[in-house]
């Protein structure tokens, strides 16, 4: 299954609490419209760029990037510990 990342950037000296905080609410989200196999958490970019990011399905792409207007988004990979 192709999954894709949308991502939120935040920058500036509160790059990092910022981004967790919208990781909840991603996850919150997630939760509450029963999305399945989904990824929430954050990236440091660099000491003043953090991002949130949601993983979903590649199929759920359009509708949730309409729902919930993320900065930008690429294709997951994963990691070699995941089953894709």
């Not at 919930?68 to 990979?77: A, H, I, M, S």
């Amino acid at each position: 299954m192709e999954r894709i990342k949308l991502i939120w950037d935040f920058r500036g000296p509160n790059a990092e609490p910022i981004a967790t905080h919208h990781a909840k609410h991603l996850q919150e989200f997630a939760e509450t419209e029963g999305l399945q196999d989904t990824i929430c958490d954050t990236e440091k970019v660099n000491d003043l760029h953090y991002i949130a990011y949601l993983v979903v399905a590649k199929n759920m792409m359009d509708e949730l990037r309409i729902r919930l207007k993320p900065n930008r988004g690429q294709l997951y990979r994963g990691t070699s510990n995941e089953n894709n």
